[in-house]
């Protein structure tokens, strides 16, 4: 049966543009004239109840080639770090809303559903800088100033951002390997309790936004970071604490040319899904740091398989409801930023291709390996 066999007008619409759409879109042209698939992911993904989006750097906004792209392919935004702690309050008490305000004006203009990243991130080094005073002379009144702190937080963004329909309420709280809570000025006197005053000042703020936890397992051999997910996750739907979603970042360098054990992960999906959570795919990216051939050939399409291989399996789970790239062209990717980590780049010293769209924002198989899978995924309410 032809899994687009739901397509709106629009999409249709969409379907019958793709001969145009393909000039555009470089080497996948052909393959989505044979396949008559609409135009944009986002369209893709609508046809199977999904949603497909990118995250965006607030100063990245005037280029109108990405503008035009982002345009095309999604549905929803996500900022790359405006919306962050450290970024919103530099100097305790100041504030700086303007990368997250032209974000939130971008969504509303180009008619984007927006995501919010993050409120809350404990890890030291990701809180803003002022924190580090407090830890120095943290004594015991140190829980009751973290629990200030994430409330004010979190009400003074949330009230700020009222159209937003996604939060990353709490990013990246469990260490890898050993699973246990990253050591933070704010974890330290709350433990996983931060995960209660965060989701439940988020709740009370905006009652019918999605409430997401954020981290990076993934579908590698250990099982820490798994196993530390399903119980701080398990523990706190136990308390009560409002969670609607676990965002699963899917930055998968780590995994691509190296073991992957796709039945723990099929067996982590389920556990989620049993929990009543939904499921969001919300940085996907695939470096190539992995993979030893300079070949430009050779390193797309292994991107690619893998790419598609780790959707197919993730989006098989029906409770999955978005695909999120973290950014559409190695162009802006910051793994080709100047601060991006020595030991994280090729050794070769070559620009690492993570991303659908290549430096001259031309498709790569990455972006028909998405479309494919979005094309190919059951079909959910
Ligand atoms: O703003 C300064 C700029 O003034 C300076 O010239 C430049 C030189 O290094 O640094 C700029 O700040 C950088 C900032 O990105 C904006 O580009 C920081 O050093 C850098 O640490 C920061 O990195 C971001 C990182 O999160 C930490 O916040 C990356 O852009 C962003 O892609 C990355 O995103 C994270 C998600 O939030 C969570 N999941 C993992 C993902 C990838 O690491």
Request: proline share 4%; aromatic share 8%.
């Amino acid at each position: 049966m032809n899994p687009l066999n739901g397509l709106t007008r629009r999409n249709t619409l969409g379907a019958a543009l793709v001969g145009i759409a393909g000039l555009a879109l470089g080497k996948t042209a052909s393959v989505l004239a044979d396949t008559v698939l609409p135009l944009g992911l986002d369209a893709i993904a609508q046809t199977r109840g999904l949603r497909f989006g990118t995250a965006i750097a607030a100063g990245k906004l005037n280029q109108r080639d990405l503008v035009a792209l982002i345009d095309q392919e999604c549905g929803v935004i996500v900022a790359e770090n405006a919306f962050k702690w450290k970024q919103i309050e530099p100097q305790k008490g100041s504030f700086d809303f303007k990368g997250a305000d032209a974000i939130a004006s971008f969504a509303d203009n180009h008619k984007k559903l927006l995501r919010g990243h993050n409120l809350v991130w404990p890890g030291n080094e990701f809180q803003p800088d002022w924190m580090k005073g407090k830890a120095a002379q943290s004594g015991k009144d140190t829980a009751a100033w973290a629990v200030k702190m994430i409330r004010q937080h979190v009400a003074l963004m949330i009230s700020r951002f009222p159209d937003i329909m996604s939060w990353d309420v709490v990013n990246e709280a469990v260490k890898p390997y050993t699973g246990k809570l990253n050591a933070s000025i704010l974890t330290q006197p709350l433990g996983d309790r931060l995960l209660d005053v965060a989701f439940k000042m988020a709740r009370q703020t905006a009652p019918k936004a999605q409430l997401v936890y954020n981290d990076y397992m993934s579908w590698g051999i250990g099982v820490g970071h798994r196993d530390g997910v399903l119980r701080l996750l398990e523990g706190a739907i136990k308390r009560g604490v409002p969670i609607d979603a676990l965002g699963i970042q899917s930055h998968l360098w780590a995994t691509l040319d190296r073991p992957i054990d796709e039945l723990a992960w099929r067996k982590f999906l389920e556990e989620i899904e049993a929990m009543g959570l939904d499921i969001l795919i919300t940085e996907l990216d695939c470096s190539d740091r992995n993979v030893i051939s300079k070949n430009v050939a050779v390193r797309d399409a292994e991107t690619a398989a893998f790419v598609k291989g780790y959707l197919d399996v993730t989006l098989s789970f029906k409770r999955t409801k978005e695909v999120l790239v973290w950014g559409l062209c190695d162009r802006d990717s910051y793994m080709n930023a100047a601060f991006f980590a020595e030991s994280r780049r090729r050794p070769d010293g070559l620009p690492l291709r993570g991303q659908p769209y290549d430096t001259e924002l031309q498709a790569k198989p990455m972006r028909q390996a998405i479309a494919n899978a979005l094309a190919a995924a059951p079909a959910r309410s």
